[in-house]
């Protein structure tokens, strides 16, 4: 069984004159990811490996986690929608267990959303399409290779929004 962990950046800043793309975390951003780290580093474990959108508010959220793994940055996943955050966890090596992806609303809750299989839990299925706040993680187990992840197959499990 693997755990596939899909987490919102943190609460970015609105600074006058930035690209969103440029737009960097806000100092609540930072120490609520720094607990999303504190937080999977308890429950879950080490991470394998990480996919990260290439925005600066994902790559600030990262490294306030404080979570070290091979990471791959990928533009598709700033805007992506959910067929491009799947195929992104879909090419993560077949030997890695847990997997993080740091991305953003509306692609990382509709993921979790559309890979949820009937044996999750509704409530936590209605959590996800009723918000996915800033530094949100769904928790979700696959059982199956990466490769073969698809809609409906993983458990979710949890979401978790630390504060």
Known sequence: M?????????KAAFPDGVEDFERPLADRGRREAALAGDWIREHVGSVDAVICSTAIRTRETLAATG?????TFLDSIYEGWTGSLLEAVQSVEASADIVLLVGHAPGTPGLAARLASEESDPTVVNEVRA????????VLDVARPWAQLDVGTATLLEVVIPR
């Open 67 to 71: 979570l070290e793994a091979p990471t």
């Open 131 to 138: 918000g996915f706040p800033t530094s949100a993680i769904a």
């Open 2 to 10: 693997s755990r596939l962990l899909l987490m919102r950046h943190g």
